[in-house]
């Protein structure tokens, strides 16, 4: 089974061959937004999920709350040491929950 959800998406500026540009002072990517993308996901992929603290780019650019999901490392071979995915989404945690509820029942 599938659920469509609000992926959010950290957009950063780039030089001309695409690498990320950082902040000399900082050090820190430069930021060029966010944007909301919509993606079906599989459900039997979602390991876990839990409300998110947006931070302040967060909070001035989406309406409403955020909630993250942790993801099954399915492709990951043992003993890697990548972190398995995390998906942001333009959700709350409960409504989002209400959801997935609703799709894994019916």
């Not at 089974?1 to 990320?20: A, L, P, Q, T």
């Not at 302040?56 to 309406?63: F, L, M, R, S, V």
């Amino acid at each position: 089974m599938f659920i469509e959800i609000k992926k959010v998406i950290s957009e950063y500026k780039r030089d001309g061959s695409g690498n990320v540009v950082k902040d000399p002072i900082s050090s820190k990517s430069i930021s060029e937004g966010i944007k909301l993308v919509q993606e079906t996901i599989r459900v039997d992929e979602i390991k876990a999920a839990r409300p998110w603290r947006k931070s302040k780019e967060q909070e001035a650019q989406i309406d409403g709350e955020m909630c993250i999901l942790y993801m099954l490392d399915i492709d990951r071979k043992k003993g890697e040491g990548k972190k398995p995915a995390e998906i942001l989404i333009a959700e709350s945690h409960k409504a989002f929950a209400d959801r997935l509820g609703s799709v894994a029942i019916g």
